[in-house]
């Protein structure tokens, strides 16, 4: 069974400061995508990683793809109010027919002014 | 371009009553997705459907769920004979063919309560 674990579960952090989330799995993933949702709405897509050692960055937000794809990483500079959230780490499960994606549990992160 | 569309935004069901929770997919996108969120639980897969087919339901309970994508229409996720553990944010998500695995867009969800 494919398992996403991501660490911490909850971070709750000063403004300025810099934090990274990680998410682990003992299975080989083709890409994996990370997720942010606000209370009362629907996950946000923020980057999708496909090749092995990929490193990707949205502003202030470092995504890293592990060299052997099983697993990522998600870095924030300079936290921000705004960055408060839950993200989430997901990936294809089973075959990469199925459509289905398999989550993390989630970091719930919460950024102080 | 509108998003992924989903009604209602809340539903309250007495025990025992249908729920039925709608999806309409971003244009352009003919593949659906459906997802349910327990609190502590984090989003769990329920269902992948195509017009007309149910492509993958290995995530829908096997008794009083079902799902289905109509020629016309949004997709419609039925709940039948509620109980209260069936209380979750329903989520609802689309994708182009073949690449849900660059990311899906998701709807705002439903909050169904169960009491």
């Known amino acids: 069974t494919q398992l996403l674990e991501q660490s911490p579960q909850f971070l709750s952090i000063q403004e300025g400061e810099n934090l990274t989330v990680y998410c682990n799995s003992s299975s080989v993933f083709s890409s994996l995508q990370w997720y942010r949702q606000e209370p009362g709405e629907g996950p946000v897509l923020l980057v999708t990683?496909?090749?092995?050692?990929e490193v990707k960055k949205l502003k202030r937000l470092t995504f890293q793809f592990g060299d052997a794809r099983k697993d990522s990483s998600l870095h924030i500079t300079a936290a921000q109010p705004g960055d408060t959230g839950l993200y989430l780490c997901?990936?294809?499960?089973?075959?990469?027919?199925?459509?289905?994606?398999?989550f993390g549990q989630g970091t719930t992160l919460q950024v102080k002014p | 371009n509108a998003g992924v569309m989903q009604n209602p935004r809340h539903l309250v069901r007495r025990r025992g009553q249908e729920a039925r929770l709608r999806c309409s997919p971003m244009k352009g996108h003919s593949h659906v997705y459906w997802y349910r969120q327990l609190p502590e639980e984090g989003l769990k897969f329920m269902v992948y459907?195509?017009?007309?087919?149910?492509?993958?339901e290995s995530g829908m309970p096997k008794e009083r769920f079902s799902a289905e994508f109509p020629k016309e229409g949004p997709s419609i996720l039925r709940i039948q004979q509620v109980v209260r553990g069936d209380s979750a944010a329903y989520f609802c998500a689309s994708s182009p063919p073949r690449e849900f695995i660059y990311g899906y867009t998701f709807g705002s969800g439903t909050r169904l309560t169960v009491v």
């Open positions: 990683v496909v090749t092995g050692g």
């Open positions: 459907l195509q017009k007309e087919n149910i492509i993958d």
């Open positions: 997901a990936g294809p499960g089973g075959s990469s027919n199925t459509g289905k994606l398999i």
